[in-house]
């Protein structure tokens, strides 16, 4: 009943920017948290920026500075703009929404939810 659909991923050369855009859809109630996590090959799955419900934001490490979320409650969307692009930072990225939802049988619950993931490559 819930789906998240991510888009904006593609290859850019070092130093560029490309930006990401999750929607989400479906019988939802409301969004807690929603955020972004990679997985490069070989490698686990890590958060690279969050935000709640009142926009508060947080960063990995490694993109403070270069990336920057933000989202829009009316549209159940989340984005991220990521500039000044490393070769590091190519991954598969994932969207992510903790949110309350009507399931089919009209009760409410409370669930985690994933993106199917966009390829961003990062190379000259």
């Known amino acids: 009943q819930v789906q998240l659909v991510e888009s904006g991923g593609g290859l850019v050369q070092p130093g560029g920017s490309l930006r990401l855009s999750c929607a989400a859809s479906g019988s939802i109630l409301r969004i807690n948290t929603m955020g972004w996590y990679r997985q490069a090959p070989g490698k686990q799955r890590e958060l690279v920026a969050g935000t709640d419900s009142s926009s508060n934001t947080h960063y990995a490490e490694s993109v403070k500075g270069r990336f920057t979320i933000s989202r829009d409650n009316d549209k159940n969307m989340v984005y991220l703009q990521m500039n000044r692009l490393e070769p590091g930072d190519t991954a598969v990225y994932y969207c992510?929404?903790?949110?309350?939802?009507?399931?089919?049988?009209?009760?409410?619950?409370?669930?985690?939810?994933w993106g199917q993931g966009t390829q961003v490559t990062v190379s000259s």
């Open positions: 992510n929404a903790d949110l309350k939802f009507r399931a089919r049988t009209g009760s409410h619950y409370t669930d985690d939810f």
